[in-house]
């Protein structure tokens, strides 16, 4: 009998521990966030998470926070952790999006490569993916093609085709920096450089292909010199202007070249009109402490000049370059003390700020820079929490 | 239902004094480390506050920062994941002896236990379940023994420099613990899940064994690594796969699995086992 009492009180006990320490450590949390919208249309703070840390005692608890409340990354469980590391789960909103809503097709290709780039628009997504495989000298070996994977929206169909490069790169390097699908045809453009790297501008190509989608017939690829007429020792770095959704449906292609002690240079590529445009812009002053970046859509080419007392904003229109408007913003106009980090929207810049000792976020219409909303940081329970709580940045939601 | 009861108790009962000593081996060994490594750490800032003319905890605090649960247990840490590793190798080992014994005992013990009335099927359920409820007493003892050493900590720390911490937070930022005893409900029941997999898995090898000798060592060992092999196998699926299909995949492999080894180890029980 005696063993029957202890082996009862035994399992009671394990039961009552276990059970009231799952039970407590979903009760007792770590304290909650909400990013509350101050003015304007509270659908705004939807398309945003701000990404952070609260200093939990020796923890700095990463954190992210939401129109809908904050979650704890040592509060996630372990299958949300596994998922959040996991190789077939993109960090790239477009494509997670994609992924979300074609499953299927997006197996296993859930990553931006260098060489892989896709296209969606009303009726298509499409894939291409690209095999160049570097010839150097007269040693032709590996692949040149296109592989283009399709699938038509209305009917779930898929069909594939492998489209051969005309023309082999010899010791060229490529990246495909975009696709675009105008009629029955393809438009990809590659950015090719010399192997090795040599630094030098002109040696820089973009070529544009032409891929029919009935019959993978290839045509174009003229190599276009990008940014000619530098020095030949200069190191050019040459990359895509950043747009809102790289996969979305557009006219022109839009390349940035940096080089040190040299002006910035946009190049502009209609896909229409297989015409270039240029236009050359400051570089970064040494004496800037902040950061430049270019954003683009399929309107207007936005300039930023970010730091902690004061944003600049300079827009063209495309595809002439013309200059729309300049927009200066200081923490004043925002009642915040500095700027802190910066996010870039679909036609928006997010800017995270403080406000009367708050957290808080701003968003500008890029149009016309006007300031469309603006949110802050509360505790759900007690405000001291905000004392503990750290922003460091913008992430845009998927 | 009621000789399974008397089964999982008798099973409880033949292991008792070991695992009191591993009860007795925790306690003691992660309050005496936790003890030296704040004597250790208090003696440190003493040196330290002497050595740099501070005239207060909270000066010191200032300069150097405060002491934490999480570093005086860091200070000791053989004393804490010691004891728990000597606790689940324990526990690892007697996944074997809990059958091995009834056959090489003093008495043949398993004799005894298989011309019992009712379902052979019994014995596996009854020991499967003493190796999950000795598992969760020590997990329910670190439970409990975590509150009084977090006492132990405030008390011997002074205030200004004591950094405050809830069990939670150490257990999530602890990668043992956290292993063993995950705050997350969801976790707990999919960890202790596939431990218990692997035990029945363990368990049907054993059985193997026990009814072909070494024909059947070779079987169960085969069996335990295609066991192995399938449940780690849907991860290294993982570019083609959705988290959530390996998530979904390893959970029904492993019901398939656990189903799998009750059904070969009655079916061993039943007809095939050899005293």
Redesign the interface.
């Known amino acids: 009998m005696k063993r029957y009492v202890i082996s009862a009180c035994f399992a009671c006990f394990v039961v009552l521990a276990i059970g009231l320490f799952l039970g407590l450590a979903s009760a007792k949390g770590l304290p909650g966030f909400r990013l509350e919208t101050a003015a304007g249309d509270g659908k705004e703070a939807e398309a945003l998470l701000l990404a952070g840390w609260y200093q939990n005692g020796p923890y700095a608890e990463r954190v992210t926070i939401g129109a809908e409340g904050s979650e704890y990354e040592s509060e996630r469980s372990g299958y949300e952790r596994f998922r959040a590391g996991s190789i077939s789960v993109s960090a790239i909103p477009e494509l997670v999006r994609l992924t979300e809503a074609y499953p299927g097709f997006m197996r296993g290709r859930t990553h931006a490569s260098t060489l892989l780039d896709y296209y969606h628009d009303d009726e298509w997504v499409i894939r291409l993916q690209a095999s160049l495989t570097l010839v150097i000298g007269d040693r032709m070996a590996g692949f040149h093609n296109f592989r283009i994977d399709m699938l038509d929206k209305k009917t779930g169909r898929k069909r594939s085709l492998t489209a051969p490069l005309p023309d082999v790169l010899r010791n060229r390097q490529a990246v495909v920096a975009d696709i675009q699908k105008i009629g029955d045809k393809l438009h990809t453009a590659l950015i090719t450089f010399p192997w090795p790297f040599n630094g030098q501008r002109e040696d820089a190509e973009l070529r544009v292909y032409q891929i029919s989608l009935q019959d993978g017939e290839v045509t174009g690829g003229e190599p276009l010199l990008l940014f000619p007429g530098g020095a030949d020792d200069q190191v050019i770095r040459v990359g895509e202007v950043r747009e809102p959704d790289m996969t979305a449906p557009r006219k022109y292609l839009l390349l940035k070249a940096y080089a040190p002690d040299s002006d910035d240079r946009i190049l502009l590529y209609s896909y229409e009109q297989g015409k270039t445009h240029t236009l050359t812009l400051p570089a970064k002053s040494p004496e800037f402490s902040g950061s430049l970046q270019y954003y683009r859509d399929d309107s207007a080419l936005v300039r930023l000049l970010f730091a902690a007392d004061e944003i600049r904003m300079e827009r063209y229109r495309l595809p002439g370059f013309e200059r729309e408007r300049e927009i200066l913003l200081t923490p004043e106009d925002l009642r915040a003390e500095t700027f802190q980090n910066f996010a870039w929207g679909e036609n928006r810049l997010y800017i995270l700020h403080d406000a009367n000792g708050l957290p808080a976020v701003s968003a500008l219409d890029l149009t016309d820079g006007n300031v469309i909303w603006r949110g802050v940081v509360r505790a759900e329970s007690s405000a001291g929490e905000l004392e503990k709580l750290g922003i460091s940045h913008i992430l845009i939601r998927p | 239902m009621k000789r399974y009861l008397h089964l999982?108790?008798m099973e409880?009962?033949r292991f008792w004094k070991i695992y009191a000593a591993l009860a007795a081996l925790t306690v003691l060994s992660q309050t005496a480390g936790l003890w030296w490594s704040i004597r250790t750490l208090m003696k440190r800032v003493h040196w330290e506050m002497e050595l740099t003319n501070l005239s207060s905890y909270a000066e010191f605090a200032n300069q150097y920062g405060?002491i934490?649960?999480?570093?005086a247990v860091s200070i000791k840490e053989p004393f804490f994941t010691g004891s728990v590793a000597v606790c689940v190798t324990a526990l690892l080992l007697y996944v074997f002896l809990i059958w091995y014994r009834d056959w090489y005992g003093k008495n043949t013990f398993i004799y005894r236990l298989l011309m019992l009335p009712g379902s052979r099927l019994n014995l596996f359920w009854a020991k499967l379940t003493t190796i999950l409820?000795l598992s969760?007493?020590l997990?329910?003892?670190q439970?409990?023994l975590f509150p009084p050493l977090m006492a132990m900590y405030r008390h011997m720390v002074p205030e200004e420099l004591a950094?405050?911490?809830?069990?939670?937070?150490f257990v999530?930022?602890h990668p043992v613990f956290d292993l063993l005893?995950?705050?997350?409900?969801?976790?707990?029941l999919?960890?202790y899940w596939l431990g218990i997999t692997g035990v029945a898995v363990v368990f049907t090898a054993i059985l193997m064994e026990r009814s072909f000798r070494l024909k059947g060592l070779a079987a169960g060992a085969l069996y335990a690594l295609v066991s192995g092999l399938l449940i780690i196998g849907p991860v290294s699926f993982?570019?083609?796969?959705?988290?959530?299909e390996?998530?979904g995949l390893t959970v029904a492999l492993s019901v398939l699995l656990f189903v799998l080894s009750v059904w070969i180890s009655g079916m061993l029980l039943k007809r095939k086992i050899s005293v």
């Open positions: 999982v108790i409880l009962h405060r934490s649960f999480m570093s409820l969760w007493g997990v329910a003892l439970i409990v950094l405050d911490t809830s069990v939670f937070s999530r930022h005893m995950p705050p997350h409900a969801a976790d707990f999919l960890h993982e570019h083609v796969l959705y988290p959530s390996i998530f």
